[in-house]
């Protein structure tokens, strides 16, 4: 059926909620878990993070699309959402990057977009049930078969479909630093490159032996997609790691970390996703403005007992956002310092790593 020239379209929720509007992007059905994003812009940053990997993301601002897309703001190769939900999309954008328009880039790459939908409902609706299965159509397939699907949603160790399947090095001056990619964002790397450190990327299922092979002066732990749980290959590997070399982990490397130390994660209910989440430094009163993305955050309850020590709360919902080992040069935070998109308060923290490996390397570590 055609609204307006274009296509209709439905999204449907898993609870039986109904969204009707138009096509933009490519046609067809896609099923995933729908979450919302509240950045004002960033959307090809966020279409392109791993972590978004087998989701149908929902923007809150109602204008996405008015500056197109470009070559500078991709965080990997290509987007790894199933499905994109918008109020309005820009037909002609414009900006001086601008190398195509945003509903072309998704046809490109085949992901299906609605737009037209009343995205401050859909988003009370997430809020209010939590973050739920989904399907978005152009197909005429009757709302019963699509809740019938549902079970397409569901994504079994996200981590091993994002992660690079090979080891590859970019080359620097400074400290060695191994890049454990879950699910990594480029912007993760650029961050450690412009401080000059020689980094070797390497899969999600390296083991410590494999990792402490390069000798690296230091290991780097990734974002990624999914619940922790999912990756014990990964949790393993970290209890081999941890007391040998520093580490710095960001997003689900601070939630394995913590299960490599004995904490538990438990799934938030519709997830923190956006460039606008102030998070407190414990020791410090710092707040940072900071760049998220994830579903599951460390239990705070079950850091009793832990080396863990908390250092940063989310002050929107007193969430961990911090931790750092008592007694190893081992630290982490479930946000992006180093945005990609969002607010650049947190680069110190790369600058900090960096810092903790002089450190070790010449000694001036003081184990608690």
């Known amino acids: 059926m055609m609204l307006n020239g274009r296509r209709k379209a439905r999204l449907v929720l898993q609870n039986g909620l109904v969204f009707e509007g138009v096509n933009f992007g490519a046609s067809g059905t896609r099923l995933g878990e729908v979450v919302f994003n509240t950045g004002m812009t960033g959307y090809q940053e966020i279409l392109t993070d791993p972590s978004y990997y087998g989701q149908i993301v929902t923007m809150t601002y109602p204008l996405i699309g008015n500056y197109g897309v470009n070559v500078d703001d991709v965080e990997s190769r290509h987007p790894h959402v199933r499905g994109f939900a918008v109020r309005t999309f820009c037909e002609w954008p414009s900006h001086h990057k601008l190398i195509d328009k945003l509903e072309s880039y ?5 992901i299906v977009g609605i737009a037209g939908i009343d995205t401050r409902e859909l988003t009370k609706a997430i809020r209010t049930v939590g973050a739920m299965p989904g399907a978005i159509t152009t197909e005429d397939i009757p709302v019963e078969a699509l809740l019938a699907r549902m079970d397409e949603a569901l994504v079994p160790d996200a981590v091993k479909r994002v992660t690079t399947q090979t080891v590859y090095r970019a080359p620097g001056p400074g400290h060695r630093v191994v890049l454990i990619d879950y699910g990594m964002k480029a912007g993760i790397l650029r961050s450690l490159l412009e401080r000059g450190c020689d980094v070797i990327v390497v899969p999600a299922t390296s083991t410590a032996e494999d990792v402490l092979r390069w000798k690296p002066h230091g290991v780097m732990l990734s974002n990624g997609p999914g619940n922790p749980e999912d990756a014990p290959y990964a949790v393993e590997a970290l209890r081999g790691l941890i007391g040998k070399v520093p580490i710095f982990g960001i997003c689900l490397g601070h ?22 989440h102030p998070v407190k430094d414990l020791r410090t009163g710092r707040v940072d403005i900071t760049s998220q993305n994830h579903g599951y955050v460390v239990d705070a309850d079950s850091l009793q007992g832990t080396p863990l020590e908390l250092t940063h709360i989310n002050l929107n919902d007193g969430t961990v956002e911090g931790l750092v080992h008592k007694h190893e040069p081992v630290f982490c935070v479930q946000y ?33």
Do not use: W
């Open 336 to 368: 992006h310092p180093e945005s990609r998109p969002g607010p650049s308060d947190a680069r110190y923290l790369f600058d900090e790593f960096i810092d903790l490996m002089t450190r070790v390397r010449e000694g001036r570590f003081a184990h608690a």
């Open 255 to 276: 939630q394995l970390i913590a299960l490599a130390c004995g904490a538990k994660t438990r799934k938030l209910k519709f997830g923190h996703r956006g460039a606008n």
């Open 106 to 110: 998704l046809v490109q790459h085949d």
